[in-house]
């Protein structure tokens, strides 16, 4: 079975551009979370994806993050204009509904972002 | 709000040594509690887990105990090796079994042949 693939691996823009990071899910995972990680700094949650439905934001820095997740499968994060901030580790995980206790989340490799 | 302290690194071990990482949190409530490890040029993989009060998760050698009295959910092993290099992060999730997890900084281990 395959894991949780995130693509690109590295990506280098200047500042004011334009990225999308892509994420692929586990097969059958209806929970799609988002997490980024600064430079030095903890692991930081963005955003829950419920199949289709974003279940909870609140991590989600500023306006300039968009998230979606079409048909819940593949979920997208668009930073656009990037700022020199931005930069740093975004990982994806994913965990199915069916887990009551656990919920174990798998991680992707992670998108590592750099702006210039 | 909820947060994770753990030890900061990097820590750089002989092979056979002993390992500890103390990872603390603050939580409003009952936690699940997480080891989570990254090998080089990989993604996180859950290394052991404690769902409530003197739990004892273990994987691979490692072992934590959920300790509520004082907060702590420290990761041990007792002989590592150099395949055990890596980085290492403590986690917590509160709000139910879909909820979100909040990690400390992490912990690079280098162990040396």
């Known amino acids: 079975e395959a894991g949780v693939t995130q693509f690109p691996s590295h990506s280098v823009i200047e500042k004011g551009q334009t990225v999308t990071l892509r994420c692929d899910p586990i097969s059958g995972h209806d929970n799609l979370y988002w997490y980024r990680r600064v430079m030095g700094k903890e692991i930081k949650f963005l955003l829950h994806?419920?199949?289709?439905?974003?279940?909870?934001e609140s991590g989600m820095p500023n306006n300039r993050f968009l998230a979606e997740r079409t048909g819940g499968t593949y979920s997208t994060l668009k930073v656009q204009p990037a700022e020199l901030e931005d930069s740093g580790v975004y990982f994806c995980?994913?965990?199915?509904?069916?887990?009551?206790?656990?919920?174990?989340?798998?991680f992707g490799p992670g998108t590592r972002l750099t702006v210039l | 709000g909820d947060s994770v302290t753990q030890m900061e690194g990097p820590v750089t071990l002989s092979e056979e040594a002993f390992l500890t990482i103390n990872c603390t949190y603050t939580a409003t409530g009952y936690p699940s509690l997480f080891w989570y490890v990254q090998y080089p040029g990989e993604g996180l993989q859950l290394l052991l887990k404690a769902t409530k009060a003197d739990d004892k998760g273990s994987n691979k050698g490692f072992e934590a105990t959920y300790r509520k009295e004082t907060t702590s959910f420290h990761l041990e092993k007792g002989s590592v090796q150099v395949s055990d290099s890596a980085v290492y992060f403590c986690a917590l999730r509160e709000g139910g079994s879909q909820g979100n997890l909040i990690f400390g900084k992490g912990t690079k281990l280098s162990v040396k042949p």
């Open positions: 995980a994913s965990s199915p509904l069916a887990d009551p206790i656990y919920n174990e989340q798998f």
């Open positions: 994806f419920v199949k289709e439905s974003k279940q909870d």
